[in-house]
Protein backbone atom coordinates (compact mmCIF):
# COMPACT_ATOMS: atom_id res chain seq x y z
CA UNK A 1 0.00 0.00 0.00
CA UNK A 2 1.41 3.26 -0.60
CA UNK A 3 2.40 6.04 1.89
CA UNK A 4 -0.22 8.12 0.51
CA UNK A 5 -3.02 5.54 0.49
CA UNK A 6 -2.70 4.80 3.82
CA UNK A 7 -2.82 8.59 4.96
CA UNK A 8 -5.64 8.70 3.49
CA UNK A 9 -7.34 5.68 5.03
CA UNK A 10 -6.22 6.27 8.31
CA UNK A 11 -6.29 10.11 8.64
CA UNK A 12 -8.84 10.99 6.48
CA UNK A 13 -11.00 7.89 7.18
CA UNK A 14 -14.12 10.28 8.18
CA UNK A 15 -14.51 10.73 4.40
CA UNK A 16 -15.71 7.50 3.56
CA UNK A 17 -18.88 9.28 2.45
CA UNK A 18 -17.02 10.59 -0.20
CA UNK A 19 -15.18 9.82 -3.25
CA UNK A 20 -10.92 11.10 -2.37
CA UNK A 21 -9.75 12.35 -5.81
CA UNK A 22 -6.04 12.98 -4.27
CA UNK A 23 -4.05 14.38 -1.26
CA UNK A 24 -1.20 16.94 -1.98
CA UNK A 25 1.78 17.45 0.35
CA UNK A 26 2.41 21.08 -0.28
CA UNK A 27 4.86 22.14 2.72
CA UNK A 28 2.69 23.54 5.70
CA UNK A 29 -0.53 22.43 4.30
CA UNK A 30 -1.97 19.25 3.15
CA UNK A 31 -4.55 19.22 0.56
CA UNK A 32 -7.29 16.73 0.39
CA UNK A 33 -9.40 16.88 -3.32
CA UNK A 34 -12.70 14.78 -2.48
CA UNK A 35 -16.43 14.58 -4.42
CA UNK A 36 -19.83 13.63 -3.71
CA UNK A 37 -20.54 10.20 -4.47
CA UNK A 38 -22.15 9.45 -7.82
CA UNK A 39 -25.48 8.15 -8.37
CA UNK A 40 -29.17 8.65 -7.56
CA UNK A 41 -30.60 10.39 -4.35
CA UNK A 42 -33.33 10.63 -2.47
CA UNK A 43 -35.18 14.14 -2.95
CA UNK A 44 -35.33 15.63 0.47
CA UNK A 45 -39.20 16.73 0.12
CA UNK A 46 -40.62 14.29 -1.61
CA UNK A 47 -38.23 10.97 -1.14
CA UNK A 48 -38.04 10.39 -5.02
CA UNK A 49 -34.75 9.16 -6.72
CA UNK A 50 -33.38 11.20 -9.03
CA UNK A 51 -30.16 11.56 -10.51
CA UNK A 52 -30.65 14.62 -12.29
CA UNK A 53 -27.29 17.19 -11.50
CA UNK A 54 -28.59 20.82 -11.73
CA UNK A 55 -24.84 22.27 -11.06
CA UNK A 56 -21.67 21.26 -8.89
CA UNK A 57 -20.02 23.36 -6.35
CA UNK A 58 -16.78 23.77 -3.71
CA UNK A 59 -16.91 23.69 -0.83
CA UNK A 60 -14.13 24.01 1.61
CA UNK A 61 -14.63 22.62 5.20
CA UNK A 62 -12.55 23.18 7.90
CA UNK A 63 -10.55 20.60 9.09
CA UNK A 64 -7.90 20.19 12.47
CA UNK A 65 -4.14 19.92 11.72
CA UNK A 66 -2.57 16.53 10.88
CA UNK A 67 1.14 16.51 12.34
CA UNK A 68 1.36 20.08 13.12
CA UNK A 69 -0.32 21.38 9.24
CA UNK A 70 -2.84 22.84 8.18
CA UNK A 71 -5.75 20.46 6.33
CA UNK A 72 -7.43 22.26 3.13
CA UNK A 73 -10.16 19.87 2.10
CA UNK A 74 -11.53 20.75 -1.34
CA UNK A 75 -15.19 18.96 -2.06
CA UNK A 76 -17.05 18.98 -5.17
CA UNK A 77 -20.78 18.56 -4.63
CA UNK A 78 -23.48 18.14 -6.86
CA UNK A 79 -26.79 20.15 -6.60
CA UNK A 80 -29.32 17.71 -7.71
CA UNK A 81 -32.69 18.34 -9.36
CA UNK A 82 -36.05 16.70 -8.37
CA UNK A 83 -38.10 15.51 -11.45
CA UNK A 84 -41.05 15.16 -9.22
CA UNK A 85 -43.14 18.67 -8.98
CA UNK A 86 -44.17 18.33 -5.63
CA UNK A 87 -43.10 21.12 -4.07
CA UNK A 88 -41.86 22.19 -0.54
CA UNK A 89 -44.66 23.06 1.92
CA UNK A 90 -44.56 26.90 2.79
CA UNK A 91 -42.37 27.65 6.32
CA UNK A 92 -44.35 30.39 8.11
Keep these: MSEMAMLVGVVFSGLSALVIEGVEDAGDVVV ?3 STKGGAVACPV ?3 LTGRV ?3 H ?3 P ?3 PVDG ?3 LVR ?3 RRMRCCNRVRAPDVP
Design 32 to 34: VRA
Design 46 to 48: CGT
Design 54 to 56: HAF
Design 58 to 60: ERV
Design 62 to 64: ADV
Design 69 to 71: RRV
Design 75 to 77: LRI
